[in-house]
C-alpha cells in the first residue's frame, strides 16, 4: 500500500511501485485531468505540481513519490476554476484542442509562484510543455495577465 497526499486528500492505492504516478491518478483515482500523450515525459500533457513544483507523472513511478509530498492535479487547483491562472487562461481564449492545456496551467502556477512578474525569457524558459494548436502567445498572454491578478 501506498498512501499519497493528492489535491490536499490523503489516498491508499494498492499498485506496483513502479507504475507511473500518471495510471495512479487516472486509473486508481479517477483524475482524469492530467492526460497521457507522449508516454517519455517531452510533451508535458501529464504535468501535476510535487510540492509545488511540475514533474512529468507519466514517467515519475509512485514510489519516487516522495513520503510526506504533496500533489495538485489540475483537479485540485481550484474547485470552480477561479485560480488566477485558470481565469486568464479563459480570459485570454488560450485553449483550442485543450488537451494539454492543464499540463500547461500547472506549470504556469509553478512558474508565478516562483517569479511574481515573469519576462517573455522566463516565461519561454519554464513552459517546455508542447501544444500542437501553438497557443504559445496566449500563453504567454496569460501568464502576464495572471502576474497582474492578486494571489488568492
Keep these: 500500500m501506498i498512501t499519497l497526499n493528492v489535491n490536499g486528500k490523503e489516498h491508499q492505492v494498492d499498485v506496483d511501485a513502479d507504475t507511473p504516478l500518471l495510471w495512479v491518478l487516472r486509473d486508481e483515482l479517477k483524475l482524469t485531468?492530467?492526460?497521457?500523450?507522449?508516454g517519455i515525459g517531452v510533451c508535458g500533457a501529464c504535468t501535476v505540481l510535487m510540492n509545488?513544483?511540475?514533474?512529468?507523472?507519466?514517467?515519475?513511478?509512485?514510489?519516487a513519490v516522495a513520503a510526506g509530498a504533496t500533489l495538485v492535479t489540475i483537479e485540485g487547483l481550484s474547485p470552480d476554476r477561479s485560480h488566477r491562472v485558470q481565469k486568464a487562461w479563459l480570459e485570454e481564449s488560450v485553449p483550442q484542442c485543450g488537451y494539454c492545456q492543464s499540463g500547461m496551467i500547472l506549470s504556469a502556477v509553478a512558474l508565478l509562484d516562483r517569479i511574481a512578474h515573469p519576462t517573455d525569457t522566463d516565461i519561454d524558459t519554464a513552459m517546455t510543455n508542447l501544444c500542437r494548436c501553438g497557443t504559445y502567445d496566449g500563453v504567454r498572454k496569460a501568464i502576464h495577465k495572471a502576474a497582474k491578478s492578486p494571489k488568492l
Design 52 to 63: 509545488g513544483q511540475p514533474i512529468r507523472s507519466c514517467v515519475l513511478p509512485v514510489s
Design 33 to 38: 485531468g492530467s492526460k497521457f500523450s507522449c
